[in-house]
């Protein structure tokens, strides 16, 4: 019998590493308790204390008990538009992740503030892809010949630093839901791609919707000399892939798309792109969060689906879709660890440091980054 995903334990998935304590990031120490059973109301209170001086974002990965207290909820993109949209308050306070906030503050007004509960909150993803190594593999194809032919692309799940190298070399941004559109304007602009940092995004997008070859594609190592591709091998790629990925999204296999489909006759297979290539030959629809959100409003009563994205989602959307029989696609269940720290205890104590008037966990990008980042981000926003 299948186990409604809603009443799966809460596990979380290790990343190898705690991020926090690579940030050199400590818990100041004032949190309230976890099992304080008057959180739910001090947020309540202090978010009400604060009135519209303070917008909350919630990120569709986060907790339960962090999103009831969002304004909007949506994937980085949607929400760093909608921080934008409110110039009147001077708070942001995003519930997600390190590059989601940087984004937040680049796209908001100078005067606006954001703020992360818990500066830990990173993701491994973007932690995958740094300037220098970024940097050293522009030089290899400098010394390949071939650096005047490619156009940079990366994925929103950077770092500003990464956005900025990207709109420094003329490149965009791209999201879940429009690398096509931005794989399309690159080609238009040069004969080959560097596609940063998530080769499965990179990789699926361009042969399933661009058509190109897997043999089109290289994967460079940044942990490797020049990446361990020789110079013939990248004058023959067309798509460069950065050798980065979700360490959520990673972990679905064809096996897990086998094994259910074997269980549950007739089950619609449903993933994010972040997913590794077999997995998405494997489904039946592979979409970006909100795609994922829209699939499930409209589907039938009484048909099943098996979710390959992060468990926080498909948990809500179990809850929201009763009449439907939706699933994790995988026995072994984990939420992403990044998102989670951002839990009652960091929300409360931001918005009640607010109240008091003090702003702890600001995220703010350098300003010449900002000015790179953001011409990558308007390029996205000017894609047709
Ligand atoms: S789900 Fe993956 S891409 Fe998203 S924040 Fe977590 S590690 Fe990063």
Redo the contacts with the bound molecule.
Sequence with gaps: MTTPVRDLPLLLLG?GSDPASERGVDCPGDLPPASDPGLVERARAAKAALGDQVFVLG?H?QRDEVIQFADVTGDSFKLAREAAARPEAPYVVFC??H?MAESADILTADHQRVVLPDLGA?????DMATFDQVEECWEALEDAGIAGDVVPVTYM?SSADIKGFVGRHGGVVCTSSNAKRALDWAYAKGSKVLFLP?QHLGRNTAVLEMGLGLDDCVVYNPHRPDGGLSGRELRDARMILWRGH????GRFSKESVDEVRARVPGVNVLVHP?CKHEVVLAADQVGSTEYIIKALDAAPAGSAWAIGT?LNLVRRLAGAHPDKNVMFLDKAVCF????NRIDLPHLVWSLESLVRGEVVNQIEVEPETARHARAALDQMLALP
């Design positions: 990343h990120h990965y997600g992740v590059f990173g993701c491994s993803m973007a799940n998530d979700c360490s959520v999204h972040e992060e992403c660890s990044t998102m």
